[in-house]
């Protein structure tokens, strides 16, 4: 099973795909969503939103560069609501 990630801007969906893992800017440091992770709902900072694992492009990260935003981790399922640079 993998990690349901939806990145959304005020201009519209950036991301919605599987991955195996996500790497997110926090404001008290970058942490890594992995399945099965407890909920939880953070603030973003500046930096890179940073994902893996997506099926059929193994060993392949996809990058999302952001000023700032939220995301919320619940059953597997990582929605980040960000501005973009």
Known sequence: MTIHLDIITPEGMVVCQDVDRVELPGSAGRFVVLKDH????????????????????????????????????????????????
């Open 38 to 85: 407890a909920a939880l709902i953070s603030s973003l900072v500046g930096g890179d939103i940073v994902f893996g694992g997506m099926p059929g492009q193994a060993g392949q990260d996809g990058r999302v560069r952001i000023s700032s935003g939220f995301v919320e981790v619940v059953d597997n399922h990582v929605t980040a609501c960000v501005e973009t640079l």
